[in-house]
């Protein structure tokens, strides 16, 4: 069953961060079904927090969907390479963001392989938020999509939830500036989960 949409309009971006892990992500491109178990995410907190595309309510036709009711995707291409994954939260005017790093694969192997080039199975397939992005068929072109449709959804399946003792905090990757978002703990992964991308 798809995660209903008041989840995504909680403003606490923080434990929806932690909550997404163990959830399953799906996408359905071109009638392939891909996804996988979320092992890891980044929480990034709208207005106040420097290392978010809305710092100070930037408002853009980039970040516009970010200040939607929760419940779009929000693709971004990073560094004119990848395409990263995020999941829209907070209700209106509040523009919290998911994003999604690590995904442990679970549905359409093949066609993962296929799309990251690879021949078998490492955690290298889906270990970081544009190699997950790319393995999920998921591109610039399904930004802003609602995640009640049939092209990206989340599911839960309460067995695969982790205890909170699983669950690691560490600052974000990339936040390249001084001060106390630099290093908050905003970054939760599964612990010991391969699927985890390497802190850099």
């Not at 491109?29 to 929480?43: M, P, Q, R």
Request: with cysteine; hydrophobic share 40%.
């Amino acid at each position: 069953m798809k995660v209903p949409p008041e989840f995504y309009v909680s403003n606490d971006v923080v434990s929806l961060s932690k909550l997404v892990l163990g959830m399953y992500l799906f996408t359905n491109i071109n009638g392939i079904i891909t996804g996988g178990k979320i092992v890891e995410t980044e929480a990034y907190c709208g207005a106040i927090d420097r290392g978010s595309h809305a710092y100070k309510n930037r408002n853009t036709p980039r970040t516009r969907i970010l200040f939607e009711n929760g419940g779009f995707s929000y693709v971004y291409l990073c560094y004119g390479i990848h395409n990263l994954f995020n999941l829209v939260t907070g209700d209106q005017d509040h523009p919290h963001a998911v994003l999604i790093r690590g995904l442990e694969p679970v549905t359409g192997l093949s066609f993962m392989l296929k799309r990251r080039n690879f021949s078998t199975l490492t955690p290298a397939l889906t270990a970081g938020p544009g190699s997950l992005a790319i393995a999920l068929g998921i591109k610039k072109e399904h930004n802003a999509l609602s995640l009640f449709g049939n092209t990206i959804w989340l599911e839960e399946l309460d067995e695969s939830k982790p205890k909170d003792e699983e669950i690691l905090a560490s600052p974000r990757v990339g936040m390249n500036f001084d001060g106390p978002w630099h290093t908050a703990p905003l970054r939760f992964s599964i612990r010991n989960n391969p699927y985890v991308s390497k802190a850099k």
